[in-house]
């Protein structure tokens, strides 16, 4: 039991999507005591740091957004199909004022450790602003891409130009006018940037270690009756993404790419071509992610598109991707990317056929033997996905006992939420839930109500701690495994499973449930309706 009040009932890490409805449902609901602290200077997460040239959400923005406010859904009008970083971050903004939240966020304030005082059943939190505070819960709202990720380039500090990663570029932007830029990457935020500096450069290369699946995005304004349409059915289509696979309005066609005819299967690939963004991925032959012969008629669509695209074949070849299947990487969505290839300004240096990123020179990049130089070099190279933030946290748990240790070997959690030997702290789309494998906010959401649920249940029934049996995490690891290894997933170096960084334990980070996030939903609350089975609670 308690012996000790805590200075908050709950300290709630991040004021993104996820910490910004985690403070709102906990101190609105149920009238707690609760400190978000956020790194950056304002509410935001992803969407304040992420402010390289066309940056913008990859989702459809009538569902990337908060449904628990349902007149805001309403009132609000978003310009575009998918709004640039600069019109989120002010959606954020409007939320935060219009729920009054910023009154219990300090901001520029990161928490740098936290550990857990196993005789008063309390976190301790420490930040680099010198807080020292207790805390029954713990929530890390900290973000599954979040905790960059900066390759350590041999003589970078030699370089005499100025570098930038995407995910911290300047709030003040850069001037890429009459200057001569290399870009290191071709991941989905890549995809997003390269297209706009190539207008704005003097001069582009872009350094390539896999080509990558593009699909067209088809961005631009949406037909005001489909607007107005979708207003009228909100229920309806909150209701749809809550139950759907990933969190989305798409459903894959419920046939084998096998069975379809050419023409029939042609047909069928067009129509998501031309609708864009996430269809020709997630509305795709329900085969797709698991038989290696329908994965190549995808993908063979694809490299057809490209090669008729780029127009001098040899650099259409080296954008042609090849060796991993079709979907295993996250689609990046296009918007002139492969277009962009056919400027005068543009050179492509691929790693296969190139060579490789040698070093970094006082002038720019060696690569394969030859030095490009540049002005300023982007590094479009993603990040420590899913576990880095939250390792970065230095939690310790009962006995003394460290994540980064507990996690050495790849995340241990159960259901994605909570983490053995860790009570009372909660990670709101954490490695081992469907997190990046759907729409985000629709997986924010349902954490955020499960565990308001839970902290609420507790509260009544006059518990203390709650924490996952090893036992149940067990099992979990176990059948998150199984799943993904019935897929294509694993077979792939992708960021899902931690091959983006070399020494990252190689494991898959997020969780495919067989009936998507809408199955997911229903374990969860079946887990607290079954009085937290897997969980010991005390
Ligand atoms: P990604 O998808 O991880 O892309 C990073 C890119 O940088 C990718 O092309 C990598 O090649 C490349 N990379 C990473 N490390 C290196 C080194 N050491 N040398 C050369 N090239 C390298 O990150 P993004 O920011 O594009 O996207 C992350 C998510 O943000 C995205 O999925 C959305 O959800 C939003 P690789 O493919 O690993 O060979």
């Not at 989120?88 to 520029?108: G, N, P, T, W």
């Not at 669509?301 to 127009?311: D, H, L, M, N, S």
């Not at 230095?394 to 983490?419: C, M, Q």
Request: net charge negative; charged share 25%; aromatic share 12%.
């Amino acid at each position: 039991m308690a012996n000790s009040t805590p200075d908050f009932d709950a300290v709630v890490i991040g004021a993104g999507f996820s910490g910004m409805y985690m403070l709102k449902s906990l101190r609105d609901n149920l009238g707690l005591k609760v400190r978000v602290y956020e790194a950056g200077d304002t509410v935001g997460g992803t969407w304040y740091w992420n402010r390289y040239p066309g940056a913008r959400c990859d989702s459809d923005a009538y569902i990337y957004c908060f449904t628990f406010d349902k007149q805001l859904l309403q009132e609000w009008e978003w310009t575009e199909r998918y709004p640039e970083q600069p019109e989120i971050l002010r959606y954020l903004e409007h939320v935060a004022k219009r729920h009054d939240l910023k009154r219990d966020m300090q901001f520029s304030t990161r928490v740098t450790s936290a550990e857990f005082d196993e005789k008063n059943n309390l976190w301790m939190v420490h930040t680099d602003s010198g807080d020292e505070v207790t805390a029954r819960y713990l929530v890390a709202a900290v973000g599954s891409l979040s905790h960059t990720n900066m390759p350590q380039f041999k003589g970078l500090e030699r370089f005499k130009g100025t570098w930038y990663h995407t995910s911290r570029f300047p709030h003040t932007g850069v001037d890429f006018t009459a200057k001569r830029v290399g870009v290191v990457g071709t991941g989905a935020t890549a995809v997003q940037a390269i297209p706009e500096i190539a207008q704005q450069a003097k001069h582009l290369t872009v350094f390539q270690r896999t080509a990558n699946f593009c699909v067209p995005a088809r961005h631009g304004k949406v037909d005001p009756e489909v607007i107005k349409a979708r207003k009228a059915d909100y229920d309806g289509i909150v209701k749809r993404i809550r139950e759907s696979f990933f969190g989305q309005e798409h459903y894959f066609i419920p046939k084998s790419a096998l069975e379809a005819t050419p023409e029939e299967r042609e047909r069928e690939f067009d129509k998501m071509w031309d609708a864009g963004g996430f269809a020709f991925w997630l509305a795709n032959y329900q085969d797709m992610f698991f038989s290696q012969e329908a994965n190549d008629l995808c993908a063979d669509y694809i490299k057809r598109k490209i090669r008729t695209t780029v127009q001098d074949p040899v650099v259409a070849e080296k954008l042609v991707p090849n060796g991993y299947a079709y979907g295993t990487k996250r689609q990046p969505l296009d918007t002139n990317y492969f277009e962009t290839f056919n400027k005068d300004n543009v050179l492509l240096v691929d790693a296969a056929t190139d060579g490789g990123i040698e070093e970094i020179t006082e002038k720019g990049i060696r690569a394969g033997g030859n030095e490009y130089e540049f002005d300023i070099i982007v590094f479009a190279t993603g990040f420590d996905a899913m576990t880095g933030a939250l390792k970065a946290l230095n939690l310790k748990g009962r006995g003394g006992r460290t994540l980064e240790k507990a996690w050495a070997d790849g995340p241990h959690s159960y259901l994605g939420i909570s983490v053995a030997g860790f009570p009372n702290v909660f990670t709101i789309t954490g490695p081992q839930s469907p997190s990046v494998l759907s729409n985000m906010p629709v997986s924010i959401e349902q954490h955020v109500e499960w565990i308001t649920d839970c902290i609420d249940n507790m509260r009544q029934t006059g518990k203390t701690t709650i924490e996952p049996t090893s036992q149940a995490q067990d099992q979990w690891v176990s059948h998150v495994n199984e799943i993904i290894n019935a897929t294509l997933m694993t077979g792939t170096n992708s960021w899902y499973m931690s091959a983006n960084i070399a020494d990252k334990p190689r494991a898959f980070l997020p969780y495919l449930d067989p009936e998507g996030v809408g199955g997911y939903r229903k374990r969860c609350d079946e887990v607290a309706a079954n009085g937290y089975e897997g969980f010991a609670l005390a």
